[in-house]
């Protein structure tokens, strides 16, 4: 079992910076793939990033990479989520999610995922 929280959202504009975090409890935390995903009103969940559990493996959405980064502290069980040069079309719920696999997250398998409540992310034009 793994519980996971989200914080970090807010409303900022166009152009700004945010870093959303995700702190797991239990003790397995270095076993599981982490991710991020999105769902903007209206809209379906989407992949937005995931890191493997030493960090040396990571994978982007066409629509994130180069402005996003993930990473995580296995020590303090948390993955970060730094986001910059934030657009408009980025504003949504974000959702923290844990995994065995990095396929599973990647390919949309979800039936071992652990998900979080999610944290909102505004962004102004």
């Known amino acids: 079992q793994v519980h996971l929280e989200e914080s970090g959202g807010g409303l900022v504009q166009a152009g700004g910076s945010l870093r959303l975090s995700c702190e797991a409890s239990?003790?397995?935390?270095?076993?599981?793939?982490m991710g991020w995903f999105r769902q903007a009103p209206g809209k379906e969940r989407e992949f937005v990033a995931a890191?493997?559990?030493?960090?040396?493996?990571?994978y982007y959405s066409d629509s994130v990479e180069g402005r996003f980064t993930i990473s995580r502290d296995n020590a303090k069980k948390t993955v970060f989520l730094q986001m910059n040069r934030l657009e408009p079309e980025d504003t949504a719920a974000y959702y923290c999610?844990?995994?065995?696999?990095?396929?599973?997250?990647?390919?949309?398998?979800?039936?071992?995922?652990?998900w979080g409540k999610g944290t909102l992310v505004t962004v102004s034009s």
């Open positions: 999610a844990a995994d065995p696999t990095m396929t599973a997250l990647v390919t949309g398998d979800y039936d071992l995922t652990y």
């Open positions: 239990g003790s397995t935390f270095r076993r599981y793939v």
């Open positions: 890191i493997n559990w030493s960090g040396g493996n990571t």
